[in-house]
């Protein structure tokens, strides 16, 4: 069964430098999320990628994020400059169809396994 | 902006018992979609309501969408030790926004 993969599982980073994550969503998936899940705490929307853009993106997704699909197979999220408080996991998620389509089969997203990132 | 509730936030159930947990928007849903997420894993998509007053129901676990689209519920009856997990609602609103409620949290005593 096809699925979404995350590259690293685990990230360790120093305060102020820039991480790169990595995603290989669903290949005949048109749509891409990341989120963000502190340790405990809810599942946060960070921002939704269609047709080589942003769609949408949350409070969150601030100027030191950036998403690029840089070839047709991978999807990543760049921080810049890394704070203590980006320590979360990441998930990235794909779908088949995505806003725009109130119902019907394919618009659950499916999630990657999430890397872990730890900001020392 | 929208807000997505769920409650409980926890909920301990002995095996065999039934339990609800309760999902609530602030604004009115195009659809919603509940998953599952393990401890350690990641979100597990269960399935997705769209109309008003919807049902559905998967071997033990039953999803309801409310008759205002606002609120949703699922009942899990019999719980077995592989309910185990966090159960989220995720609202879609009409921009097609997808919201995560912040879970409810299920352990099941044996």
């Known amino acids: 069964e096809p699925e979404v993969t995350q590259t690293p599982s685990h990230q360790v980073t120093q305060m102020g430098q820039e991480v790169i994550l990595r995603c290989v969503p669903i290949s005949n998936h048109l749509y891409f999320y990341w989120y963000r899940q502190i340790l405990g705490q809810k599942v946060e929307f960070l921002v939704s990628f269609y047709n080589n853009e942003i769609s949408e993106k949350s409070e969150i997704f601030d100027d030191q994020f950036s998403v690029e699909r840089p070839d047709g197979s991978n999807f990543t999220l760049k921080i810049r400059s890394t704070k203590l408080e980006d320590s979360a996991m990441y998930f990235c998620?794909?779908?088949?169809?995505?806003?725009?389509?109130?119902?019907?089969?394919?618009?659950?997203?499916?999630f990657g396994p999430g890397t872990r990132l730890t900001v020392l | 902006g929208q807000q997505v509730m769920q409650i409980p936030q926890y909920q301990h159930v002995q095996e065999g018992e039934d339990f609800t947990t309760y999902c609530n928007s602030s604004t009115t849903l195009s659809n919603i979609q509940w998953y599952k997420q393990r401890p350690g894993g990641h979100p597990v998509f269960l399935i997705q309501?769209?109309?008003?007053?919807e049902v559905k129901k998967q071997k033990r676990l039953t999803f309801q969408f409310g008759e205002a689209k606002k609120n949703s519920s699922l009942h899990i009856t019999a719980t077995q030790t592989t309910d185990v997990g966090t159960y989220f609602c995720?609202?879609?609103?009409?921009?097609?926004?997808?919201?995560f409620g912040a879970g409810t949290q299920v352990v099941v005593t044996p």
């Open positions: 998620a794909s779908s088949e169809i995505g806003r725009g389509t109130s119902g019907g089969a394919g618009n659950e997203q499916f």
């Open positions: 309501l769209v109309k008003s007053g």
């Open positions: 995720a609202g879609r609103d009409s921009w097609g926004k997808l919201q």
